[in-house]
């Protein structure tokens, strides 16, 4: 625009106070006939009167913030300083089981029956442990390796630690039942290793034929008596859950060499505070203690996968500072003006922490209601930090547009009535794309939508009572005698005017050209292909290494039991109704359960099945007993390394002496499965599960392994996200419909947040994003995000005036253009610096932040105006040419406003 001044309207009725401006047009003040001011509004939606009544309660509201500005600031201080008493309430969740899994998912309920089973004294923790050899040349390669494994163990099961009570607890008593279930076999095949090497060893099963009588037991019994073992029987020991990376010798299942033993320590303790010191000693035994330098390992449990993940928040959380620096140096620096006076680096200095204020608001009032904090929140933070910003500059504008002769009161209710709507739009999408996740039966995505809807209102809140409060309080420094200006001062002003206008004059003219709508859809068209390309190819993933920085000890863990794991790795089956197992048909329908599952594709078969009621059968044929019985069950256990089975099931002695079918009321096995590397490969293999578990559903079957809530939190996102972006896209539209109440405008900015999304999700996919907790959290933010600079620029063209499109584009680009760019800097320069501690989580959104800001920008200074500009001139063919019909008179004025002054 050639001009140096602009024109926006202002709609007030004429019982507001009257704004004192200087009218460009005089003949503009002229009443404007009743017939006019029906075609008027009959050319504008009905929805004008929203927009309209909008705009009236924000001009109250900057007249009031105008005259009594202390008065607001010491309401949001207070506010503030009420959220504080929250922060007592404030507590940190971080268990992926329960944060990163739907809790409706039908995992949750296989898990609680597992939990249900194997827990003693009505607690249940499993500590996994892997240990390998630093040198490479296994356990059977070099005695000292095999020595420093069993000062290991011996290690861990005098490691000791005080309760509350004052009392020392070692393993052994915090474990129960555990430490012949689990603990026993691992034990006895360690001392068979230690004893007879790999001369004897056969895999994944081995016997004690070989025993040297006197070798005693690692472990004892209840009472403190060791095992005795019974030389003339043969009892099988099962070590495939225990050595990995096994090497054996050509043509036999004997075992040459292994070089990973895999320890799963079941602990069954009420007081989980001593629970985790025990681990976290244990932690410090692997990694940092040196004490074995021949073996190396790792540890995990709940506990310790919860403080990793807690980890990921705490290391970011130290560059909020940095961030908020960044963007207040930003803020300041945009504020500098030719003229000092208009220059306002103090003012938005302070509004720079108006944002701040509303983040420590909303932590404080979340907590204050009971929501728990997770890492995934601190994200939130972030961003949200930069549409504060972006709020600041938008109202920063709109006060230059204001007229230095009307009064601080006025200008505070022109600064709000102009900047209000735009920045309501913006916080109502926000909080409707944040809102659909409250929604999300996953605990992660719940709390990060709470937490980000708070964040949005209270930013959005504060920044309109605080910010023009602030603008009010020192805008007698407007009115300073001018000092001189610097020919340097003068000179680079000029030089960024002219940069700026000829940027929106460069887009502008290509929006002119009859050509510019074929070039932008013929790159739309490849543009398009390419992200529906991706989102076709969508990978719905997720794994625990994801939740820690692939340096971290709980990456390198799980990366490596991954590994060790792929060959064999074990679920879990409960059979919680087994029924009369002295009735032959009912027998062969339990054993007819195990054939069906050792059919399933990636079943390992009966080989690497443990199970009592497996050996019981072999102990029964050794005793030449032809018929089932439960009177032998307890000779059965007798036999110190088969005592472990004690604690797999559930039984009434009297009802086994007595032979009764009550004898075994439910049991559980471990069968073994391979070639599952990633969780979603896992889904098929469970889905069959399930499927033969509803096959016996009169025996009470659950089969569940360590990869069954993450396969199952999969299917549950992929479900979740097109509800979501159906849901959203509606919401959106209505928003539209509210506060843009032109039917053109509408329609293009949809079309261009849907292109933006649809790029967003398609090139997060090509760029190596599935679909996750993570993504679905930054794609909620996308969408609300996306929305953001079209919503500026389309509301701003709404509110433009003339007939011609590119003039009215024009007059856009020199009113919202840059403060629109600097919101979208803004949300990059929030989210760079947190690359330096880099993390899948923190690469999720600064990818989904990089995309959205971009495509965003193109969209917005491009493809909009471009779409929009053919859809009027397409709109007008045919019909008469008309003058754009003038709003009434006496409910708009014209205001005078210098462009970069």
């Not at 949001?76 to 809790?103: A, D, Q, W, Y």
Request: hydrophobic letters at 40%; one cysteine or more; aromatic letters at 14%.
């Amino acid at each position: 625009m050639s001009s140096k001044y602009l024109f926006f309207w202002n709609s007030f009725p004429s019982t507001s106070p009257t704004p004192s401006v200087t009218s460009l047009d005089p003949e503009r003040s002229l009443a404007t006939p009743k017939r006019e001011q029906k075609r008027y509004f009959r050319m504008r939606l009905c929805t004008t009167v929203c927009e309209e009544a909008i705009k009236k309660i924000f001009y109250h509201i900057g007249w009031q913030i105008g005259k009594r500005p202390w008065l607001f600031i010491l309401i949001v201080l207070s506010i503030t300083g009420c959220s504080l008493f929250g922060l007592m309430r404030f507590h940190e969740k971080n268990n992926p089981r329960e944060t990163f899994v739907s809790s409706e998912a039908p995992s949750k309920r296989e898990w609680n029956i597992v939990q249900e089973f194997l827990a003693d004294n009505n607690a249940l923790d499993i500590v996994l442990v892997i240990i390998q050899t630093t040198d490479g040349q296994g356990f059977f390669g070099n005695q000292e390796n095999m020595n420093q494994l069993g000062d290991f163990m011996t290690e861990v099961i005098a490691m000791n630690v005080t309760n509350h009570l004052g009392q020392n607890l070692t393993f052994m008593d915090m474990s129960g039942r555990f430490k012949k279930q689990i603990l026993a076999p691992q034990l006895i095949q360690l001392k068979r290793t230690g004893f007879f090497g790999s001369q004897n060893m056969t895999y994944p099963w081995f016997d004690n034929k070989d025993v040297a009588e006197g070798e005693e037991s690692l472990i004892g019994d209840d009472d403190g008596d060791d095992y005795e073992d019974d030389p003339t029987e043969v009892v099988q020991i099962y070590n495939g859950y225990t050595m990995y990376d096994v090497e054996f010798y050509p043509g036999t299942k004997l075992v040459k060499n292994y070089n990973t033993t895999v320890l799963r320590l079941f602990m069954g303790y009420d007081d989980q505070d001593t629970l985790f010191r025990w681990e976290d000693k244990i932690f410090k035994l692997i990694y940092e203690s040196g004490k074995y330098p021949n073996l190396k390992g790792g540890v995990a449990s709940e506990n310790i996968m919860s403080k990793e993940v807690k980890k990921i928040g705490d290391d970011i959380a130290p560059f909020f500072a940095l961030v908020f620096v960044v963007l207040l140096s930003f803020n300041v620096i945009c504020s500098l003006r030719e003229d000092p006076n208009m220059s306002k680096p103090l003012e938005c200095f302070l509004g720079s922490c108006v944002p701040l204020l509303a983040t420590i608001t909303t932590i404080g009032f979340v907590s204050g209601i009971g929501v728990e904090f997770q890492s995934m929140a601190v994200s939130s933070m972030f961003l949200l930090l930069a549409v504060g910003f972006d709020h600041l500059f938008i109202m920063t504008s709109a006060w230059y547009k204001t007229d230095k002769a009307d009064s601080t009161p006025e200008r505070t209710a022109q600064m709000l009535s102009h900047s209000g709507v735009s920045m309501t739009v913006t916080t109502v999408t926000n909080t409707i794309s944040f809102a659909t996740g409250i929604a999300a039966t996953t605990s992660s995505l719940r709390v990060f939508s709470i937490y980000s809807v708070v964040a949005s209102l209270m930013v959005y809140t504060f920044e309109v009572l605080l910010f023009p409060a602030i603008i009010a309080l020192f805008s007698y420094r407007e009115y300073r005698e001018v000092k001189k200006v610097s020919k340097f001062r003068r000179q680079f002003f000029e030089t960024l005017r002219q940069i700026h206008n000829k940027f929106f004059n460069t887009i502008v003219s290509f929006i002119s050209k009859w050509w510019s709508p074929m070039i932008i859809f013929a790159l739309l068209i490849i543009y398009w292909s390419v992200s529906f390309y991706g989102t076709t190819h969508v990978v719905s993933d997720m794994d625990l290494k994801d939740l820690a920085p692939k340096e971290s000890k709980m990456a390198q863990f799980k990366e490596e039991w991954d590994r060790a794991q792929l060959p064999m790795q074990s679920d879990v089956i409960i059979m919680q109704h087994p029924g009369n197992l002295l009735n032959e048909t009912q027998m062969q329908r339990v054993l007819g359960f195990f054939d069906d599952l050792y059919k399933q594709p990636n079943s390992l078969g009966p080989n690497t099945t443990v199970c009592w009621l497996q050996l019981y059968l072999q102990f029964l044929q050794l005793k030449s007993q032809s018929n089932f019985t439960y009177t032998l069950l307890e000779e059965f256990m007798e036999t110190g390394e088969r005592s472990w089975v004690n604690g797999t099931f559930k039984y009434n002695w009297l009802s086994c002496q007595k032979d009764e079918p009550k004898c075994v009321e439910s049991f559980v096995c471990m069968s073994g499965f391979s070639n599952i590397t990633r969780d979603r490969e896992m889904y098929p293999v469970l889905k069959e599960w399930r499927s033969l578990s509803q096959k016996y559903k009169d025996l009470g079957v659950v089969v569940y392994s360590e990869r069954t809530d993450f396969a199952d939190q999969i299917q549950e996102l992929n479900a979740f996200l097109w509800q979501t972006l159906f849901e959203e896209v509606v919401c959106m539209g209505i928003a539209f419909i509210l506060f843009v109440p032109e039917t053109n405008s509408i329609i293009v900015a949809a079309f261009s947040i849907f292109s933006v999304n649809l790029g967003v999700f398609g090139i997060l996919s090509l760029w190596n994003v599935g679909v996750d907790p993570f993504s679905i959290a930054a794609l909620l933010m996308s969408i609300g995000f996306s929305v953001d600079i079209s919503t500026h620029i389309s509301y701003h063209y709404y509110e433009s005036h003339g007939t011609d499109p590119v003039e009215r584009w024009r007059e856009t680009f020199y009113s919202i253009g840059w403060p629109s760019m600097q919101g979208s800097l803004c949300c990059l320069l929030a989210i760079l610096p947190i690359l330096a501690k880099p993390s899948y989580l923190t690469f999720v959104f600064c990818k989904t932040i990089v995309l959205v800001t971009t495509l965003g920008f193109l969209h917005a200074f491009i493809v909009l105006p471009v779409v929009l500009t053919m859809v009027t001139r397409c709109c007008s063919l045919g019909k008469r040419k008309s003058q754009k019909i003038s709003p009434p008179a006496q409910m708009h004025k014209p205001i005078a406003v210098q462009v970069g002054k």
